[in-house]
């Protein structure tokens, strides 16, 4: 795959994952500014991040790390890959449902589990109540994701990255009805009516979400049937494989259980010591999903439209074509995720108080901080989803749950560690920088896995291409931020100075600097063959 078919096939859905996430965000603003980012704000987060959890745990890395090789591989049956394909969409279809009936039944305990503080507190009646209506969320999740994952096996990479869109402009709908509708809510008032409109609400989002995709796979030519002959040798084959899968997720989740137990102790003791600010879970949420826009944007379609390729080359046994193929998209990435990291390291507090408008100057000011400490992590998460795509492409996720496991014990360790020495108010802060080191250390292992599989990166080179575009866009931003001060007009024409002046400047210093990917990427966009 040229750099021009993979940045016309990742531009497809780059162009949909702005919508999404330009979307997401309005949404997450709303929610943010109907419920605040302190303990009530805890209660939904906590619930609604629940179904992802649970989904992710038990069968969210199958869908999108090990069905695809095996979607791709049998769309090479004599039939296509019909027989295949609607026994997995049957078992998955099955599994989620008796997921999601086990997760509602067994919701106090789940909160108990990842908000322990919550207990005998008016926020755990209420986390209850609003994750047993977020929790249908699992079902809609799974299927979207299945379905997603056939299509793009198909080769349309579109419509998955435009389906959240529906799901956010829903959500947008009922947040903003809430706003112009409701007093200020609070933990004290806050009516059993409202929890459910907003519960409810929010998973039909996800229902409209999936439901968008059955046409498309439809379209690509895959008919759909409920087939319970699952003792096929490929499907014992993909279970298999999924069992790698399911630890993989399990340690990660055991980790990020950590990370939300501990962010929402915080926030409650910085509550009984009388500071207001919005500290726990809520603001570590919040500036994750600022951090992860560039990712979502640029790295995940770009990793989306490689995959099935990818799959391919393995198949094929062209390793040299995968070296390439796995070498041009870290390198393209990097272009977009080392300026984004450096402007959220100088630039979180300002980047914090221009989108989230809605709440005190303290408490964004508070979300700024924990987005520059999670800053520099941007560099490793998208690099190392790049290389766990390679390694998937090689079905051999067993070295992977090893390397997972490493750098998770490290994060859990340290957090335990932030969470004993650390003021209450300053923990959240400090689980951001624990994400950043988890994943620097997870982009070593993961280099080093891939190398067992034969395929040569060329690691100096791209360290050194990494250093190149760091010192190119640090020389450009140091002034900027010295000169902070001094930066005309709001925190919006603030922000939109700094980032316009800093994306001319690192694009010009670069294509003077003779780096070929910048000054490709360029041509690309002037001569409109995206």
Known sequence: MSDHQLLRASTVMAVGTIASRITGLIRNLLLVALLGTAILGDTYNVAN??????????????????????????????????????????????????????????????????????????????????????????????????????????????????????????????????????????????SQSDITWLGLGTTAGYLAQAVILIPVVLKSGVRLTLRFDWYNSQIIKSFRLASWSFLYAMISQVSYLVTVSIATTAAVKSEVLGDSTGVGFTPYANAYLILILPHSIITVSVVTALLPRLSNYVLDKKHEELTNSLTRAIKLIGIFTVPAALLFLAFGQLVANTLYFGISDNDANYLGLTLSAFALGLIPVSINLVLLRGLNAFENLKSQVIGNLIMNLVSVVLSYLVAVWLEPKWVTVGLAVIFTLHYFIGVGISFYLIKRHQVKLPLLSIMLYYLRLIAVFALVITPIWLLRGAIPGGNLISLLLVTSLSGVFYLLIAKLLKISEVSDLLKVIRSRKV
């Open 49 to 190: 991040t629940m179904p992802n959890i649970l989904y992710n745990l038990l069968i969210g890395g199958a869908l999108t790390a090990v069905f695809v090789p095996q979607i791709v591989r049998s769309l090479r049956d004599s039939d296509q890959g019909a027989a295949f394909i609607s026994r997995l969409f049957t078992v998955t279809v099955t599994f989620l449902l008796l997921l999601t009936a086990l997760g509602i039944a067994l919701a106090p305990m789940i909160v108990n589990l990842y908000a322990p503080e919550f207990s005998n507190r008016p926020e755990f009646d209420i986390t209850v109540s609003f994750m047993r209506y977020c929790l249908p969320q699992i079902f809609f999740l799974g299927l979207f994701a299945l379905l997603g994952q056939i299509a793009n096996a198909k080769g349309k990479f579109g419509p998955m990255m435009w389906a959240p869109v529906i799901n956010n402009l829903i959500a947008i709908i009922l947040f903003s009805w809430f706003l112009v509708n409701k007093d200020d809510l609070t933990l004290g008032d806050i």
